[in-house]
């Protein structure tokens, strides 16, 4: 059971929109439209902003946004915000009945 | 208030047992699978486990199968993290989560964490 994979960072501008990816296998990613989205500032525990692919917990903005296409799924955070700053790992469940998560991708607003 | 609350930071000698706790509130305790999640110092998240309390069917990561033991009393609505042996690898932050309804592991309320330090 590998972890996905997912790029170490990602930078955008204030305003701008960014895509992090997440790549996993047929056993996972593709296997499954059950891909999770976290958030994690510094000192702070995990927080869901996607869940299900693309359904968006109650109190999570409208700009995040979550899609999946073959065995990578994204998370595309539009009209980025110095507090979109943070770690973002993705998860998915996978054939062994257990979720498995991506590495992480730090976000820099510039 | 739909909560998770972690037990208090741990400072163990190798070879000490540990068990730290997670207990929740605010909602159905048996009703939602809850995780195990472990975050070394400026590392990612990792999966340990994850198990039901409403039968207590417990599912562990292969990294983890045999290192720990995961359970749960719905009764008092708390789960549990347990070392029988601790190293100093297993010093990290323990995150215990609860699965949204109708989700498959997407998690929605997080326990504030617990730091376990193993040194002799």
């Known amino acids: 059971q590998s972890a996905l994979t997912q790029p170490a960072s990602v930078s955008g501008s204030p305003g701008q929109s960014i895509t992090i990816s997440c790549t996993g296998t047929?056993?996972?990613?593709?296997?499954?439209?059950?891909v999770s989205w976290y958030q994690q500032h510094p000192g702070k525990a995990p927080q869901l902003m996607i869940y299900?692919?693309?359904k968006r917990p109650t109190g999570v903005s409208n700009r995040f946004s979550g899609s999946k296409s073959g065995n990578t799924a994204s998370l595309t955070i539009s009209g980025l915000q110095a507090a979109d700053e943070a770690d973002y790992y993705c998860?998915?469940?996978?054939?062994?009945?257990?979720?498995?998560f991506g590495g992480g991708t730090k976000l820099t607003v510039l | 208030e739909v909560q998770l609350v972690q037990s208090g930071a741990e400072v163990k000698k190798p070879g000490e047992s540990l068990k730290i706790s997670c207990k929740g509130s605010?909602?159905?305790?048996?009703?939602?699978?809850i995780g195990w999640v472990r975050q070394m110092s400026g590392k990612g998240l990792e999966w340990m486990g994850i198990?039901?309390?409403?039968?207590?069917?417990?599912r562990y990561s292969p990294s983890f199968q045999g290192q720990v033991t995961i359970s749960a009393d719905k009764s008092i609505s708390t789960a549990y993290l347990q070392w029988s042996s601790l190293k100093a690898s297993d010093t990290a932050m323990y995150y215990c989560a609860r699965a949204a309804p109708g989700s498959y592991f997407g998690m929605d309320v997080w326990g504030q964490g617990t730091t376990v330090t193993v040194s002799s």
């Open positions: 047929s056993s996972d990613v593709g296997g499954y439209n059950y």
């Open positions: 605010g909602y159905i305790f048996s009703s939602h699978w």
């Open positions: 198990i039901y309390p409403g039968d207590s069917d417990t």
């Open positions: 299900d692919v693309s």
């Open positions: 998860s998915s469940y996978t054939s062994t009945s257990i979720p498995v």
